[in-house]
């Protein structure tokens, strides 16, 4: 197999006097050429610091402690020139909200080709507007000339998440993260981005991780999916497998707290509690004051580690005991 373009190996993050618990606790997180790799979980659950922290944008005061490789750089020490030219060349990020990623005082053809500036080829200007323009259609903007001229707040939120993927591309990076690009988009809209994103992945052959917290996206945009829980993934599979067969309770609990046309389920059951408090950091599970499958004297006492089973893997001790009974 090829070397992945990206890869996070047991990734600490802390925010001291913020947090008593880390971010993110030991996250292992690979994607490769080719490939989406899916990103879900609760509010706070470490999806987007995840992401940033793949592209060395860490928040300030943050401890961060292992490994992460995108296609070949060393992120957490490489300097802050490397990291610049890494952001435009090889991997590129698409955020939630269109608006906040762009000078709303600066035309759409300056922000575009501004980018270019930084691509590898050194484009000329009249290069970077070609590809500028070629991109906006792609992302299938109704006419590319007019856009390249007009201001952000003269296009709709939709259109303008179109010019920040279109953006994104600009310097045709290997590795595409996008942090829930849809989740501000009324749904038919949504679903025009997802099937842009998904084309244009597999047209440039990126690596794509895709945060969100849409199970039934996640299921259809997806080759593989890990699932986060206070900083840690606590599951990951194949998209198929993990959704035919959750092997983690919250992962369990997730999909049967999510509403979805195909399946007519009598009643959604949400998770019971809240998401771990930032504050607290427990001695062991840090699911375990949630979980409907707890044992008691067990997962309260002792922290699971991520174990494999054959191609997949999860952080429960239930299923280790099992394993280990059995
Ligand atoms: N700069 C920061 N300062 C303080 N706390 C932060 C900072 N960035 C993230 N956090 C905290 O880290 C935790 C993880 O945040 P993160 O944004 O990664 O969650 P998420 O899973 O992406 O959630 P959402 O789906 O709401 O975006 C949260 O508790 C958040 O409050």
Redesign the pocket.
Known sequence: MSTPLLQMSDVWLR?PG??NRP?LAGVDLEVAAGEVVGLV??????????A?TALGLV??G?QVEGRVLVDGTDVLSAPADRLRRLRSESAAMVF?DPRAGINPMRRIGDHLTEAARFAKRGEDVRAARKRALDLLEAVGLPHPERHLKQFPHELSGGMLQRVMIAGALMGSPKLLLC??PTTALDVTTQKEIVSILARLQQDEGMGMLF?T?DLDLAASVCDRVHV?YA?QVVEHASAKELFASPQHPYTAGLLASTPSLEVVQERLRPIAGTPLS?LADPLGCTFAERCDRVMEGLCTTQRPELVEHGDRADRCLLNQTTEVAG
């Open positions: 925010l913020i947090a971010i979980g609760e509010s706070g659950s470490g999806k987007s610091v995840t940033r928040p300030r943050a939630q942090d829930e945060i917290h986060m900083g930032l």
